[in-house]
Every structure is written in C-alpha cells, then in structure tokens.
C-alpha cells in the first residue's frame, strides 16, 4: 500500500502520518480478502477558518478537512473516497478513516457475493457439462428480461459500473437515446458498445 500525503495551507506532522499510517495497516487485511492487494492511498489536508455564525471574528477556530482516496488498481478498479472535517486535526483523521473502514467493508462483501455467484455458475456449467447426452440435445433456454431504469449520461453508467462490480451494463443513452452496452476491459479500463438501437431502447 503506498500513501501519499497532501497538505494545504497546513503542514503535516510526523505524529499526524504515524496515526494515518497505523490505522491503514488494519486495512491491508480487509483489502486482501476483498481481492484488492495492489492500492495507493491519497490523504490531503486543508485548513480554514470556520464559518458559522456562532463564531465572531478572530474568535472562530481553524477547521481541518481531510480527504482520503482510494485507488485500487486489481481487476476491479474504482475509488474509494471518504472525507470528514473537524476543529481537531486528530479526530477529522479518525473519522475519515473510519468511514473508509466501511466502505471497505462493504467493498468485500459485494466481492464475496460476487465470488458465491461465480461459483454457484461454475457448478451449473460443469453439471450441465456432465449430464446425459439426450438432454445435452435439448438445451433449457431461459428468457430473462433486461431492465433499464432511466436513460443516462455515459459516465453515469461507468460509474455504476463500477460501484455494481458487473461486468457489463446495457443502458439508454440521454442524449441520443440509443441503446449502448457499458462493459469492463483488461487492466480496469471500460469500454461502450453502441447499437444504434433507437427502436428497440424506445420499446423498452
């Protein structure tokens, strides 16, 4: 896990980067499990004076906000990010990387669910690859109806991409209203089919 620490307008300590760092080490753990080993993490901090009208000229305490980033670089991809504010540098800490605790945690439970599904379909596939011959003749077709919700921009649809885990998401395009199949590449980057489908992406 490589950290990179970014300040504005304030300096890190080395206390400051002791504490992050000794709380990032819990996360190796869980990023395993979820199948993410290879992640870079982006901590900034920044400071300002705060805003609320309680506070009255030079009486109003410095607020420090920290954002936490994220990236994981496996075969899955995306961001997570997380920030928190507070007038204690040490406690905006503590709850940034408590809130990216849980998305983490809920990261490696869609990655279990998503595991549970593949084999769950592996089992299929080798127990249809192994039944009799006669039925191996008449294959089961099953239809299945493929839902879209709402039209959406392209890069909204990567992004669900991305936070769903699926490997492929037809969608209806708000601009041209075509029917477009969002998908997952090599290496973490997406792709975007595009049927030219109006008639069909209407029906739907």
């Known amino acids: 896990m490589n950290i990179e620490f970014v300040g504005k307008a304030v300096q890190w300590t080395d206390a400051m980067k002791s504490f992050v760092e ?13 199948e993410e080993d290879q992640v870079e993490v982006v901590v900034t901090l920044s400071a300002s004076r705060a805003k609320h009208k309680e506070y ?8 420090y906000r920290v954002d936490l980033d994220l990236y994981l ?32 945690i809920k ?12 084999a769950k379909i592996k089992e299929e596939v080798i127990n249809a690859m ?3 011959s006669e039925e191996r003749e008449k294959p089961q077709i099953i239809e299945e109806e ?26 209806i395009d708000a601009k041209t209203g ?6 997952r590449k090599r290496g ?7 049927t030219k489908c109006k008639e069909i992406s209407q029906k739907i």
């Open 56 to 63: 009255a000229g030079e009486s109003r305490p410095t607020v």
């Open 178 to 183: 075509e029917l477009k199949i969002a998908y």
């Open 22 to 34: 000794s709380k990032l080490e819990r996360f190796s753990r869980l990023l395993k499990e979820a």
């Open 146 to 171: 493929l839902v879209i919700e709402k039209p959406m921009s392209e890069e909204d649809a990567i992004l669900e991409l991305q936070e769903s885990g699926v490997y492929f998401l037809p969608f």
């Open 130 to 132: 192994i039944a009799p």
């Open 73 to 104: 670089k496996t075969w899955g991809g995306g961001v997570i990010h997380a920030w928190e504010e507070d007038i204690d540098v040490f406690s905006a800490l503590d709850k940034v990387l408590d809130e990216a605790e849980r998305q983490i």
């Open 188 to 194: 973490g980057s997406f792709g975007i089919l595009n």
């Open 107 to 118: 990261l490696k439970q869609r990655r279990l669910e998503q595991r549970r599904r593949g």
